[in-house]
């Protein structure tokens, strides 16, 4: 019997980007910047970067998770800003307030290291009258995404654009009104995570995001 692949599901998250890319398009004329959320985010932003010939960075953002499911987020952290907490999820979560602000400390040096690790230290490019494609794997809660969407907005970019292969219909619902434009190829009612999109979802890895950023930058100085 013939072993057909469901047509819905992403090969992987280089694929995801390639896909993602030809509804992105239309903005290469505006010269964007595409900008990443690592590590997941960084294959498919790769991808879009590429097709749009346009500059790739990170934004290193970090989802504090409740202590007992570290998957659940309560809140985000985005460099250098403060941390984003629901404190309503968290206390009916019985998250006690010692415990919130050790996830903060421990996510604050988390953000601290991958910005060394993947950036050595160094801001991103300007982004001041900009345009900007942010970029991720999927949405599912969006508490990185609004952290990120937030800290962009914070640095006067001319627009920003959001987007995802796969997400929360729910979560698209509450983004849409915090961005200039929302650009997603799936957004299914059975959504329950953003993995079951994908045949390969697998973690990606420091030295895959440093092997990406490098082409990329390769790509953008062979460019100039």
Not at 101 to 106: D, L, R
């Amino acid at each position: 019997m013939k072993n057909e692949r469901n047509p819905l599901l992403f090969l992987d998250r280089h694929d995801a980007g390639a896909k993602l890319a030809e509804s992105l398009l239309i903005f290469r004329t505006k010269k964007p910047i595409v900008v990443a959320l690592p590590r997941g985010g960084v294959p498919v932003g790769y991808e879009v970067a590429w097709r749009l010939k346009a500059p790739l960075d990170l934004l290193i953002v970090r989802k504090i998770g409740a202590p007992e499911n570290p998957e659940f987020g309560i809140g985000a952290l985005a460099e250098n800003s403060a941390a984003s907490i629901n404190y309503e999820t968290a206390a009916a979560l019985g998250i006690s307030p010692p415990e919130i602000e050790e996830a903060i400390v421990h996510a604050s040096q988390s953000v601290k290291n991958q910005i060394q690790k993947f950036r050595g230290g160094k801001p991103m490019r300007p982004l001041l009258g900009r345009s900007v494609i942010l970029v991720d794997d999927g949405l599912a809660t969006g508490v990185t995404a609004k952290a990120a969407i937030h800290w962009l907005q914070k640095q006067k970019t001319k627009e920003i654009i959001f987007a995802v292969p796969v997400a929360s219909p729910g979560t698209l619902e509450i983004l849409k009104t915090q961005v200039s434009q929302l650009i997603y190829l799936l957004a299914p009612t059975s959504f329950s995570a953003v993995g079951l999109w994908y045949e390969d979802f697998s973690q990606v890895t420091d030295q895959e995001v440093l092997e990406l950023l490098d082409a990329a930058n390769q790509r953008v100085n062979l460019a100039a």
